[in-house]
């Protein structure tokens, strides 16, 4: 369904009205293309004294190919330099009147930003910090990053990335995903980064090469692009979705060059034939997209059994029943990746959802339950959570709830199904070993999802 109000606000005389009634003004969202750069331009790095990630970010950055800028001699002059990035170490800030130091490096550069810009705090999980006040300190970035984001203009994002003890070295894949146009729908968010043995990509371009990726729900929609982003960065599709979406099912597995599978995931065998499908083609899965969801959408007072039981089954009962079958045949090595799409319906609520919110933060639980499981053999399972993305799902729903769903959030429109896509593909690059356990929203700071 087609965003009228964005292509009106893209033309030129759009514009102008739109700028003229102080109307949401949608920015043009830059998406990564293969070929190219990290990022579009220098990056700006400064932080707290006494911060002890900057010297890993400038190295890892520069053996990235980023050019990397110091801070400019105050006062900056009239036309100051234009950055694509700005990373802070906030790191060495351990109590309020550190905090200061946000405000000093961000106010000068924020008019700086080139369209599409990146924001980036780097943060201790404030558990880790130093007695109540560093507490306070770090728990303030969470307040400073999600205000800053929803202040953020012209397709910018913000984000703030909370480092455990010992996780600095696993900065890589996290920074590559949030400075680079692959996060172009992701803003306000807050990540934990946690120590753990990581798998450095020989080539970050096609990070899961070699590896062996399921993707569910793949013939329309979020799932087909998981595909697509997926064969992109190097892995050999499975796709799996109901023989009723076959055609679309085999367009999608023949252009990623992959495997399908058509298969009900709620049937009693379903579990049992999928890992048999794997086990007999490839021995294994290293990757697993759980993207196949319905809705049914009803207030609960008028929500028939089935609308309740479907929703239930298709969303939750039968994503953890496919897991289980996969982990209890062994064909999740060490350091496999699962993925489960969630919703900010899940963490927010929606009203006439109370079925598919259930479903949906049952999702965040399987994913922290198995992420607790399964930490030992550094298999990551994580969930992401799609704002509103611009899909056969949603095109169904009617017009007013989908105009406002499409501007309430930070970026004034909705995802591409490429954004959740792109999310997920961080999730599963092995050298995201760092991050599990976690609810990445994908919603463009959507006012609807808190
Ligand atoms: N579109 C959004 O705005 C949005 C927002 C939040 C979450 N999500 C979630 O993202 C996922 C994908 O959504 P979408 O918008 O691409 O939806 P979609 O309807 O386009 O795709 C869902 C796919 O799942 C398949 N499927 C449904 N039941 C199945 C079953 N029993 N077995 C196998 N396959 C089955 C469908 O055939 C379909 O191809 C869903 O889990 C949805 O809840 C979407």
């Given at each position: 369904m087609a965003d009228r109000y964005a292509s009106f606000a893209h033309s030129g005389p759009g514009r102008a009205v739109i700028r003229r009634l102080g109307l949401p003004d949608p920015p043009k969202l830059h998406r990564h293309r293969p070929g190219e750069p990290l990022?579009?331009?220098?990056?700006?790095?400064?932080?707290?004294?006494?911060?002890?990630?900057?010297?890993?970010?400038?190295?890892?950055?520069?053996?990235?190919?980023?050019?990397?800028?110091?801070?400019?001699?105050?006062?900056?002059?009239?036309?100051?330099?234009?950055?694509?990035?700005?990373?802070?170490?906030?790191?060495?800030?351990?109590?309020?009147?550190?905090?200061?130091?946000?405000?000093?490096?961000?106010?000068?550069?924020?008019?700086?930003?080139?369209?599409?810009?990146?924001?980036?705090?780097?943060?201790?999980?404030?558990?880790?910090?130093?007695?109540?006040?560093?507490?306070?300190?770090?728990?303030?970035?969470?307040?400073?990053?999600?205000?800053?984001?929803?202040?953020?203009?012209?397709?910018?994002?913000?984000?703030?990335?909370q480092i455990g003890p010992g996780a600095e070295q696993n900065l890589e894949s996290t920074l590559r995903f949030l400075l680079s146009a692959r996060s172009a729908y992701v803003t306000g968010q807050?990540?934990?980064?946690?120590?753990?043995?990581?798998?450095?990509?020989?080539?970050?371009?096609?990070?899961?090469?070699?590896?062996?990726?399921?993707?569910?729900?793949?013939?329309?929609?979020?799932?087909?692009?998981?595909?697509?982003?997926?064969?992109?960065?190097?892995?050999?599709?499975?796709?799996?979705?109901?023989?009723?979406?076959?055609?679309?099912?085999?367009?999608?597995?023949?252009?990623?060059?992959?495997?399908?599978?058509?298969?009900?995931?709620?049937?009693?065998?379903?579990?049992?034939?999928?890992?048999?499908?794997?086990?007999?083609?490839?021995?294994?899965?290293?990757?697993?997209?759980?993207?196949?969801?319905?809705?049914?959408?009803?207030?609960?007072?008028?929500?028939?059994?089935?609308?309740w039981d479907q929703v239930l089954e298709v969303n939750l009962a039968a994503v953890a029943r496919a897991t289980e079958a996969l982990l209890a045949a062994e064909l999740v090595p060490d350091g496999g990746r699962l993925v489960a799409v969630s919703s900010v319906s899940g963490i927010a609520g929606n009203r006439g959802q109370t079925n598919y919110g259930a479903s949906k933060a049952g999702l965040v639980g399987l994913v922290r339950g198995l992420a607790g499981e399964l930490a030992?053999?550094?298999?990551?399972?994580?969930?992401?959570?799609?704002?509103?993305?611009?899909?056969?799902?949603?095109a169904q729903m009617p017009r007013v709830p989908r105009e406002l769903a499409r501007r309430l959030n930070s970026l004034a429109q909705a995802g591409q199904p490429v954004d959740v896509a792109e999310a997920i593909a961080w999730l599963a690059s092995p050298g995201s070993g760092g991050v599990t356990g976690q609810v990445l929203r994908v919603c463009g700071q959507s006012l609807l999802g808190a």
């Open positions: 990022v579009s331009g220098p990056v700006l790095l400064d932080g707290a004294p006494g911060g002890r990630v900057g010297d890993a970010v400038a190295k890892l950055l520069a053996a990235a190919g980023v050019e990397l800028a110091e801070p400019a001699p105050r006062p900056l002059p009239d036309r100051p330099r234009l950055y694509a990035g700005l990373v802070f170490d906030a790191t060495g800030i351990t109590d309020p009147a550190g905090l200061r130091a946000l405000y000093d490096f961000f106010h000068p550069y924020l008019r700086s930003l080139y369209p599409n810009g990146r924001v980036v705090v780097l943060g201790t999980e404030p558990a880790a910090a130093d007695g109540a006040a560093g507490t306070a300190a770090q728990q303030a970035l969470e307040g400073f990053t999600r205000s800053l984001a929803k202040e953020l203009r012209r397709g910018a994002t913000g984000q703030l990335v807050v990540l934990q980064l946690q120590a753990a043995p990581v798998a450095v990509p020989a080539d970050w371009d096609r990070p899961l090469a070699g590896k062996i990726a399921l993707v569910t729900g793949a013939a329309g929609g979020i799932g087909a692009a998981t595909a697509q982003v997926l064969a992109r960065d190097g892995a050999q599709l499975v796709c799996l979705d109901l023989a009723a979406a076959g055609d679309a099912l085999a367009a999608v597995t023949n252009q990623v060059g992959g495997t399908a599978v058509q298969l009900d995931l709620t049937a009693s065998e379903a579990p049992g034939r999928l890992a048999e499908h794997l086990a007999g083609r490839f021995g294994r899965v290293d990757v697993v997209a759980h993207v196949a969801g319905i809705t049914r959408d009803r207030t609960l007072a008028r929500m028939q059994p089935d609308g030992g053999r550094r298999v990551t399972a994580n969930a992401v959570a799609p704002g509103f993305i611009e899909t056969p799902m949603t």
